[in-house]
């Protein structure tokens, strides 16, 4: 694939565009990879000319950086090659948190067990297609929590997954969720005319793409990545910024929960040109290890399909090597572009002298395998797909400019928030406050983080311990499919798993029974019964 180039005629280009992709709005987040860019009818606020003037508001604002399908390949996480310098910043003078785990790497069910502060198992929300509604109607969720003692909260872009996933309850107004091409102009006319091929193949009952085999619901018509000569607010994330600055003058005068949730690097890892620039092809070095580690159930490579549902990768069979530099390269750029997003976003909450009482929290919804063990995406438990940044700033935190080094889980962000801005604490949060490790980084944190991944009828539940990670995959029946058994500190990539080794037994058994301590036994399905009664009880 060709760099896009001929920016003189963008602008025509971009409104045919634009005008082609309202009049197939149905589409859904679903079809496009989560690539949610062709939603609803968008309320786009007009930028004001001169700041809010800030009055009178004790309570901290909350801005909530959410970024799909970010693993930490930042600057200030050590990732050679990331460029990342309005993150790196905000590391700077914030705390960053390199031990922390989603629950359940997936969009969807990580989203909602951070956001409703319980885990998978209480939820039932393993997998996209189900509303925790629907399994706890009652539950108060974290932005409904500040919502209801006096907070103004708005949800920008992807935050609970889609609109079809969205609670209006946690917000004071709808969603904003602009209808922008998830393509460049030069490659919106095939995807839409490939949209259309689809809808007809599928409306005639086929179900799975003859070539690939891949079923029809899940193919996208349109490349894994590109790279268009198009300004930043062309896509999605520009215009969610685009936005947020506008709320920021509208409503920054009073206590605020501004969640903003950025698409990318999610596939496909489109971004405008000069962020490729940025990222020479030559400085990539290829993923190692490349192949998976010995002794895996099948299970966990089952569901690693994402990136062949684009037209460039259907194709069976391994990547070569450039080919794999191109899609790394890719991911970067579309980082480095979410990344110039925040900085935009952050400059004018300086301008606006709004730092100073806002909390900015940075959060990735699930990490991602860039080629490691030769897959692409989450939707496993290795730590590529759990492991994701986590950075917390606020003006006067003792732990500012430290990293913490502390085990944490996603479902701590919710207590720690409504702790910091001394909120009273739902009944049925299932994880502990970070707020004594924001004051003092090198504090004790859990001694085990939980994660769990589903595929069909397969539960795999993980433990992550201080040195070792330990999963354990149950089948139908209750039938163990297999185990995994990684010890981090001697083989940080995961290269090899040592569950069947003699010499590792007694270790196995010990971090068996602290897992099923952890999950109970129920196929694993069912978390111990929350206890918390205050943000900081377990
Ligand atoms: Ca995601």
Redesign the pocket.
Known sequence: MKLQGNAAVMGTIQQKALEAVKRVGRLSLATIG?GGALLGAARMGQAQSAPAAPEGATQPNVLFLMV???RPELGCYGAAGAHTPNIDALAKSGVTFSRQYVQC????P??TSMLTGVRPATSDVYVIGKHFRDTLPDIKTLPQTFKENGYYTQALG?VFHDLKHDDPRSWSEPTFTPPTPPYGPATMPAFLAGMKKLDAQKAAGVQFDPASGMPMFLLVPGPSWEAPDVADDYFWDGQITKQAINMLHEKGNKPFFMAVGYLKP?LPFVAPKKYFDMHPLAEIALPSPDVPPNDLPPVVLANLNEWRRYTDHRAPGKLDAQATRELIRAYRASTTYVDAQIGRLLVELDRMKLRERTIIILW???G?TLGEYGLWG?ETNFECATRVPLIINQSGLAGAGKTCAALTEAVDIYPTLIDMCHLPVPAALEGRSMLPLLNDPTAQGKTAARSSFKWGDALGSSLRTERYRYTEWIGPRQRLEGAELYDLQADPQQAHNLVNEAAQRDLKNKLQAQLHELFAPQGLKKSKPAVATKANAQ
Do not use: E, P, T
């Open positions: 989560c799909d399908d970010l790497a997936l969009c969807s990580s989203r992807k999610h990735g919804d699930n991602y989450k």
